[in-house]
């Protein structure tokens, strides 16, 4: 079995592409950066640092890359049985054309053996949005080949990786904590699924893809933006601030009540997950900036990501919402030299106020109870 993977990034390396690779899939990355590119083609394999009270040294072997701009990229779309990414939300559309281009290839070439797409990002079915890239570049008879002979998988991806610490200087090392989990909705695949031991089906992708965004992610950002309000660097020294902490296992209590409601979750399986989260994040083992946990607040202040889904929840349902509202008014303090829409946040408030700015991000009604609330909880920490 062959795959290609677009992406060789911190999950690209460290969880998805390993696990393929682990699988004995034949694997090409696809990249934008020349020196990982160069690297991987040099050496063939790369080491994976697992970390928690034993650090493991995995190797991962076997593997190539190409640019992600060239023919060959098409070339191998037309060829493999699985394309995979991590490249960012944002990036999808830029590599939908590629992926098309590909096919239109493949259905030239007489290629109709099963291929199956997925996307392995923090969104809600990213491969859903990525297909919906991917038809506006096909003609309606590649469409209806397409809609035959290629599944667009959803799913769901967990392990915690931040960019290497290591000081080797080697642009392939990768340092991954040893929790993950990769769930795919099986009800989309083509063909047989694939037996890759670390993906796990269910017919039931969306309780586990909203379980984990809007738990996970949300508390993640939270600690991020109160961490940067505070002065914290890392997501550990945050969360080990007693105050942040509670603002945390708060918004993710508020959220987990949305989503016991929404999925009838067993209340205490979901504080379970709660407290094994709080205490990944304390991870002594992975230094994780909160600049990266943060990065790109208006992605993050969208309606229907981790901040203000899980409130909508609570609307819905009337349910406690403080501590979210905590964590909103935390990410529009979000500043950031190095982060291009952490200043365009600040533009935006600096030119048109926080609740128009707030209102336009996030699609918050203007004259709601909830953006007086998330606006005077921004003024008190100004
Ligand atoms: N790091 C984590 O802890 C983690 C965990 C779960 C999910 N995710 C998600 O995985 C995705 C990737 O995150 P990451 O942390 O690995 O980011 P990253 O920045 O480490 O990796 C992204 C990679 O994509 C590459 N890229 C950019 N544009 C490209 C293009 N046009 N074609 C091909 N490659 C391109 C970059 O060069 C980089 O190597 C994001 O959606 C993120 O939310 C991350
Ligand atoms: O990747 P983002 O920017 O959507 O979110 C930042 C982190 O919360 C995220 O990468 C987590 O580390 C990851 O989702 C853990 O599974």
């Known amino acids: ?15 998805i592409g390993k696990l393929l690779a682990d699988a004995g899939i034949e694997l090409t990355f696809a990249d934008v950066n020349q ?22 040294v995995e190797t991962v072997s076997g593997v190539s890359a190409v640019s992600s701009a060239g023919e060959e990229v098409v070339d191998l779309i037309a060829q493999v049985d699985l394309v995979t990414t991590a490249v960012g939300p944002v990036i999808l559309e830029r590599i939908a054309p ?10 030239a070439q ?19 949005q990525l297909k919906d890239h991917v038809l506006k570049a096909l003609s309606q008879e590649d469409i209806a080949w397409m809609e035959d002979h290629v599944g667009f998988v959803d799913s769901a991806v967990d392990r915690i990786v931040p960019p290497a610490a290591s000081a080797s200087n080697d642009p392939l090392e990768v340092t991954v904590e040893t929790f993950s989990e990769w769930i795919v909705d099986k009800t989309q695949f083509k063909g047989q699924l694939p037996a ?3 993906m796990e089906p269910t017919e039931n992708l969306m309780a586990f893809v909203e379980r984990k965004l809007f738990t996970l992610n949300t508390g993640h950002a939270i600690t991020a933006y109160l961490g940067k309000l505070t002065g914290h660097q890392t997501i550990r020294d945050a969360i080990l601030d007693e105050k942040i902490r509670l603002v945390v296992r708060g918004a993710m209590e508020e959220s987990g009540a ?36 943060g990065r790109q607040p208006l992605r993050k202040l969208n309606a229907g990501d981790r901040l203000i889904k899980p409130l909508l929840g609570t609307l819905e349902y009337n349910l406690p919402h403080h501590n979210l509202v905590k964590g909103i008014a935390a990410a529009m303090h979000y500043r950031s030299e190095q982060d291009p829409q952490a200043q365009e946040l600040a533009e935006l408030i600096e030119k048109q106020g926080p609740k128009e700015t707030l209102v336009q991000i996030s699609g918050l009604d203007a004259g709601s109870d909830v953006v007086a609330e998330i606006i005077k909880e921004y003024n008190a920490k100004a």
């Open 110 to 128: 007489g290629n109709n053996q099963p291929l199956n797409i997925i996307a392995c990002e923090n969104m809600v079915r990213g491969t859903s």
């Open 98 to 107: 590629t992926i098309a281009k590909g096919l239109a290839k493949r259905k």
């Open 35 to 56: 020196a990982v590119l160069d690297a991987l083609n040099a050496r063939r394999s790369y080491q994976v640092h697992v970390v928690g009270e034993q650090e493991q």
């Open 258 to 293: 949305v989503l016991i409601k929404r999925y009838g979750f067993d209340d205490a399986k979901h504080a379970a997950y709660i407290e094994k989260i709080l205490g990944r994040f304390e991870n002594p083992y992975l230094k994780d900036d909160v600049e990266r946990v």
């Open 196 to 198: 890759i031991a670390g």
């Open 1 to 15: 079995m062959k795959a290609l993977h677009f992406g060789a990034g911190n999950i690209g390396r460290g969880f």
